[in-house]
C-alpha cells in the first residue's frame, strides 16, 4: 500500500492505523499469482511453453512502452481532475445552508432539557447508521463511481493494448508467451481492485457510525452549531468547520488515491512486459 493511501485512511478514519509489514516469500507470491491465472489462458500458454522448448523470445515494444505510458498520464489527469469537480459539487450539497434545513425536515434537532438543541433519539448504532443514509451514502457512491468511470476506460484501453501488442510481434509461438500471461493474469487483477473500490462504501459507512454514535451528551444553542459538532472528527479538514464536508474531503482523497495507485499498477506491470527481457 502506497504512503499516500496510507495517510488518506488514516484521515478518514482519524485515529493510527498499523500497516503489516514483512518480507514477501516467493513460494508465497508465485501461489498467489497461479491462484489469479484464467484456466482458459492457462491451457494456452502450457501450449505455447511445450512447441517452444527453450526458444521463448521477449523482445521490448518501446513503442508500445511509450504509448501506454501516454495513455495511462492522461488518466491521472482526467482523475485529478474528476475529484476535483466532485469536491466541488459535494461542498455545495453539504454546506450548511443546503444540509441544515434538510437535517431540520427531518426532525433530527429536539430542545434540549437545559436549553438550545441536542440531536433526536441517543444516538444508538442504528440511529447513526440512519443519519449516514439521509446525509453521506449518496456521496459515497458517487465518489467510487469516479473511480469506477477511471477503471472502465482503463479496462477498455488494455484490451486495445493487447490486441496492438500481439500484432506488433511475430507469429512463432516463443513470441507469444509473454501477451498471454498478460491476458491469463487480467480478469483477476481488475477483479482485485474492483473488489478494493467496493469496499469503499462499508469502509465510509462504518467509519462514520462509528465516530458519531452516542450522542445523548451532545446539544449546541443552534442548530447551526450542532450541526458543526455531529462530524466533529473531520471539522479541520475543512476551512468552515464542516465535518460533513470534512468527511467528504477525506473520503474523495482516499478514494482519490487509490485511483492513482491503480494506474501506478498498471503503469508498471505493461513496462515489465513491454521493456523486455535479455534472457529467460
Known sequence: MSLAVEKCLTTLRAEPLKFPRGTPSLNVEVDAI?????????????????????????PGSPDMLQKVGGTTENLRRDTRLKF????????TRLEVKALLPFLQRNQWFVPHSEGGFTLAGKGTVKEARMLYLQTLHDMASDCARQWASVAGRLQALQEKFSEEWLRELPPENGFRMPPVLEATLRAAEFQAWKSVRLSLGNIAEETFVHSVARWEELHASTPEALMR??????????????????FMRAMSSLTEQL????????????ELFLRGFSEV
Not at 34 to 58: C, F, I, K, Y
Not at 229 to 246: H, Q, Y
Not at 259 to 270: F, I, N, P, S
Open 34 to 58: 497461479s491462484a489469479w491465472m484464467d484456466p482458459r489462458h492457462t491451457s494456452l500458454l502450457q501450449t505455447l511453453l511445450e512447441n517452444s522448448g527453450e526458444d521463448v523470445q521477449l
Open 84 to 91: 476535483l469537480e466532485f469536491r466541488e459539487k459535494w461542498v
Open 229 to 246: 459538532e455531529i462530524a466533529k472528527t473531520w471539522r479541520k479538514l475543512d476551512p468552515s468547520g464542516n465535518g460533513f464536508i470534512g
Open 259 to 270: 485511483t492513482l495507485a491503480m494506474l501506478d499498477h498498471y503503469d508498471r506491470k505493461w
